[in-house]
């Protein structure tokens, strides 16, 4: 398959990131919120966001007053 040549846009990094920058400022909660959680899976897997969080308990004595 070759590829359309006029799809192809060539930037630099502080266009790109300013684009970046207003398009999130933008953006609704649910769609930040749907990045967030792309993210998650990505860096920690899908156990990231449908597992439990992992809790603990820690008891501590309180001086009497």
């Known amino acids: 398959m070759k590829m359309d040549r006029k799809d192809v846009a060539f930037t630099d990094h502080k266009t790109i990131q300013e684009e970046d920058e207003i398009y999130w400022a933008h953006a ?38």
């Open 28 to 65: 609704s909660v649910e769609e930040k919120l749907e990045m967030i959680t792309y993210l998650r899976e990505c860096f920690y897997g899908p156990e990231a966001t449908t597992g439990r969080l992992q809790g603990f308990f820690e008891f501590v004595e309180q001086e009497q007053r």
